[in-house]
């Protein structure tokens, strides 16, 4: 079970052990410090923190490899063994604990030995092999003082020379700068009151000692921030930092952190389902956010008692039913665009590019669902727990005098967001592609900078109109074949649309090839079949095109 640990969960289990016993000391300010220490000439990752020490026999007992102390366990609290089980494999050559105790301090080591893992046997002061040694003189050495309550763990690696500060699983994987910073706060969406996390000097190329601020702080310290509650007891937090839309600029307080938005669930104050980077601007349109999401963060905070569990290593949540499917952000898209704020539906309509021709290609694509019969449809607004009702049937009976259902409704035309920079097209995975459809969000994004709009507006302006404008004409050109293109790929979506609802012709699978960008990148791509409807809307545009300067004017 070791070797499987996933080991990035290391610091997370390290660290939620530090707070657990810093913060049981009520009324007493907890402190948590990552700190270098240098071991003659390599450095090694400690992690230090207040609350009651450990007794000698305590010590021993902890570093038992699936042993706990002053815990509740549980499936849905500790399962007595994270922290060794999640360090081990990164830390073979051994974990060096010390505790101070009523002003003695005792040392554990343990690691891999011979191929097993456990306790490092030494020699104590009498000759004797023992797993605990008292370590009252070597912990001052170092600057510990055991007049205090504190325990400390050291991480050794996998090798002698090894730094564990700025390389912790020896390259396999490698580890980027803010490594460590990522892995606290990435992680904890929220701290204990009343504790302070701290990366000393030298960690994470700090200068100075750092207090951290956790990001349910930081993102409430920002203008354009809000926590919406639903009535399914869920807090979703909204954050906008205009900082981060530029990538030119660093933030000032934290030039040590990562710059980007992210989205991701909260459980009990811990972060899963973590996306940012490439994978959130790639994800953001399914949760209503086509355009800056580089700078926007949404957090689902889901309630303490919400149906969910953490799997057994507590990478991600599943729910607690017979399948125990895994937790995704993804099954909240719905909510999450249900519950927008004011502010952030303002902030993304102004960052939204339009053009006339729209207002034509949806009142077609609208016409097209209503002639075709497409019911309206929208995804659950969050996952369901309840089991389908019996059937009932003094119900049924109740049922017959009930007037008629309501009448058909038609399903309304996707918002359509043109894409004309290049690094939105990139964002949504669209380089060579034309278009994606979000169904979480019912959008529908056209990339206006594929072949099938660039090569067709080329191939117009070259047509020979003497007598015409000349910039005229190559406006008239872009136009004609961006509207075709979007109508191209817009009717091939209603096309789409219809099949649904008919699970013995169009499955799941079926549908999810007909609504991927590949299917919609054919519909666009298929300028022979719209040469009449590219050639028509170019006549069209060019009767508003003025002459051609006179010789004489254009000189």
Known sequence: MIERCPKTMMIRELLKNAMEA??????????????????????????????????????????DIASSIRKETGLDRNFGMGAKVAALPSNQLGMRYRSAHEGTVHEVVIGKYDGVYGRLLRADAEGAMAGVLPATEAAAAEGRDAAGEWTEVVLMGNDEQQNTVTDPYNGNPRSPAAWLYEAVRGRFFRFPANLDIVFCRGIAGLRDDRSLVSTADSLAALEQYEAVR??????????????LVDQTVR???????????????????????????????KESPSFGIPFLARGISILIELPDDYPVLTDAYREFLRYRNDRQDQVKPNDFAALVVKHQPAWLIELLASAMPDADYLDDV??????????????????????????????????????????????????????????????????RGLTYRAAAYYPETHQLHVNLLYPAVTDVAQSLASWERPELDLEGVRLAAQLAAER?????????????LAKRGRPREWADGHLRVVFSSEALTLAADDIRTGQAEIEAIFNEALKAVGPAAAPDEAA
């Open 484 to 496: 075709s293109m979007v109508a191209r790929v817009a009717r091939s979506l209603a096309y789409g």
């Open 230 to 243: 639903t009535p399914e007891g869920i807090v979703i937090h909204y954050a906008f930092d205009p900082r």
């Open 22 to 63: 810093a913060a049981a000391e009520t009324g007493v300010a907890g402190r948590v410090e990552f700190s270098p220490l240098n071991l003659g000439e390599v450095t090694k990752l400690a992690i230090w923190n207040t609350g009651r020490g450990l007794t000698a026999a305590e010590l021993d007992q902890m570093c």
């Open 251 to 281: 933030h000032p307080s934290m030039p040590w952190a990562s710059n980007e938005g992210r989205l991701a669930l909260v459980h009990r104050d811990e972060c899963y389902g973590v996306l940012r980077g490439a994978l959130w601007l």
């Open 362 to 427: 949806l009142a077609e694509m609208s016409l097209l669902l209503e002639e075709m019969g497409v019911a309206l449809r929208r995804p659950g607004q969050a996952p369901r727990f309840a089991p389908p009702r019996a059937p009932d049937p003094e119900r049924e009976r109740e049922r017959e005098g009930e007037p008629e259902p309501p009448p058909f409704k038609a399903e309304k035309p996707p918002a359509i967001l043109l894409l004309r920079n290049s690094a939105d097209v990139s964002e």
